[in-house]
């Protein structure tokens, strides 16, 4: 059963859930099927492309911690600037995840 997030802290908490339990399907499933990820550095991952981006972390079972930056909301969708940084990696990445992160609320 896929759970959809009711506030931006509960989609990172079933992000990091997901993630940890190394399930791409519900991790995508939390997401509207058109969700963008922006970097740092200004590049776009929708669909496959962020799939095969995540799919290591999600192999690696990586833990996220979340820093949420900004929410901005629109009815049932928005759109969150967050930071994080993954316990296998030393690298902290800014995101901002839009275009379809549904968080009602």
Same mark, same amino acid.
């Given at each position: 059963?896929?759970?959809?997030?009711?506030?931006? +802290?509960?989609?990172?908490?079933?992000?990091?859930?997901?993630?940890?339990?190394?399930?791409?399907?519900?991790?995508?499933?939390?997401?509207?099927?058109?969700?963008?990820?922006?970097?740092?550095? +200004?590049?776009?991952?929708?669909?496959?492309?962020?799939?095969?981006?995540?799919?290591?972390?999600?192999?690696?079972?990586?833990?996220?911690?979340?820093?949420?930056?900004?929410?901005?909301?629109? +009815?049932?969708?928005?759109?969150?600037?967050?930071?994080?940084?993954?316990?296998?990696?030393?690298?902290?990445?800014?995101?901002?995840?839009? +275009?379809?992160?549904?968080?009602?609320?």
């Amino acid at each position: 059963m896929i759970l959809k997030a009711t506030s931006p +802290g509960e989609m990172c908490r079933l992000f990091q859930q997901h993630m940890h339990a190394g399930n791409l399907e519900l991790l995508f499933g939390l997401y509207d099927s058109e969700a963008v990820f922006l970097s740092e550095t +200004g590049e776009t991952k929708t669909g496959e492309e962020l799939r095969r981006e995540l799919a290591p972390f999600a192999a690696a079972r990586a833990a996220f911690e979340f820093q949420i930056k900004q929410v901005i909301r629109a +009815g049932d969708i928005a759109l969150m600037h967050t930071r994080w940084k993954n316990s296998n990696a030393a690298a902290t990445e800014n995101f901002v995840c839009g +275009g379809g992160c549904t968080s009602p609320g």
